[in-house]
């Protein structure tokens, strides 16, 4: 029972270098999100998907690529990294548009990116 | 679209005292509404969630939370705070597709 599972948990980057953070759940969930937690700015939605093979944008896309090929993986992509995008990134997954209750996130343990 | 505004951004309070941290929310239908817990360097937990039904709504740690529609509002409250309660508090609102957070509380407790 893993849950979701963000690989890398840490990296360092150069700015201009490129990386993929990869989500995986294994809860047969539906919807999937990107985060990033920065201080004093709470989480914001990065991008999110309602199923396999489809990504739509969030509060703050800028600068990041995302994709959903399998129903299980949702990968986050940085084409160029900035030292804007250094901070923590989770990744979270529910069940889909059902209003019952089980209905909640469940977040990886995060993933520490760092762009110098 | 809809936002979420935690009006504080730290609040400190004595060890056994009650405790109120503030969330307001604009949404244009019935939003799914939840509180989350970080502690320093952990993940989030959830402490509580409103779908629909009864107003109040009883979490996890002695939390209990409130669903106003008229104030657009779902305060957490817990009577008796304790040292452990020290971490960062989120509150969360699901509208359609999205769910979007606040920008947190951090809560203090004094011995």
């Known amino acids: 029972n893993a849950g979701v599972t963000q690989t890398p948990k840490f990296r360092v980057l150069k700015t201009g270098q490129s990386m993929t953070l990869l989500c995986a759940q294994d809860?047969?969930?539906?919807?999937m999100y990107w985060y990033r937690q920065d201080p004093g700015m709470g989480l914001r939605l990065i991008h999110y998907?309602?199923?396999?093979?489809?990504?739509a944008k969030g509060e703050v896309p800028d600068g990041y690529n995302v994709s959903r090929l399998k129903k299980q993986n949702f990968l986050l992509g940085l084409e160029s990294a900035a030292p804007s995008q250094t901070s923590v990134y989770f990744c979270?997954?529910?069940?889909?548009?059902?209003?019952?209750?089980?209905?909640?996130?469940?977040f990886g343990a995060g993933s520490r990116l760092t762009v110098l | 679209a809809q936002s979420v505004t935690q009006p504080d951004i730290h609040i400190t309070v004595s060890e056994g005292a009650s405790l109120e941290l503030r969330c307001n929310y604009s949404?244009?239908?019935?939003?799914?509404l939840f509180w989350y817990v970080q502690s320093p360097g952990q993940g989030l937990q959830l402490l509580l969630k409103?779908?629909?039904?009864?107003?109040l709504v009883q979490g996890i740690k002695g939390f209990e939370a409130e669903f106003k529609r008229s104030q657009s509002s779902f305060n957490l409250r817990k009577p008796s705070v304790h040292w452990s309660d020290a971490a960062e508090y989120f509150c969360?609102?699901?509208?359609?597709?999205?769910?979007?957070f606040g920008k947190g509380t951090r809560l203090h407790i004094l011995p």
């Open positions: 979270a997954s529910r069940l889909g548009p059902t209003t019952s209750g089980a209905n909640v996130l469940t």
């Open positions: 969360a609102v699901g509208a359609g597709d999205k769910i979007i």
């Open positions: 409103y779908f629909s039904g009864d107003t």
């Open positions: 998907s309602v199923g396999e093979g489809t990504t």
């Open positions: 949404y244009g239908a019935t939003p799914y």
């Open positions: 809860m047969n969930h539906e919807y």
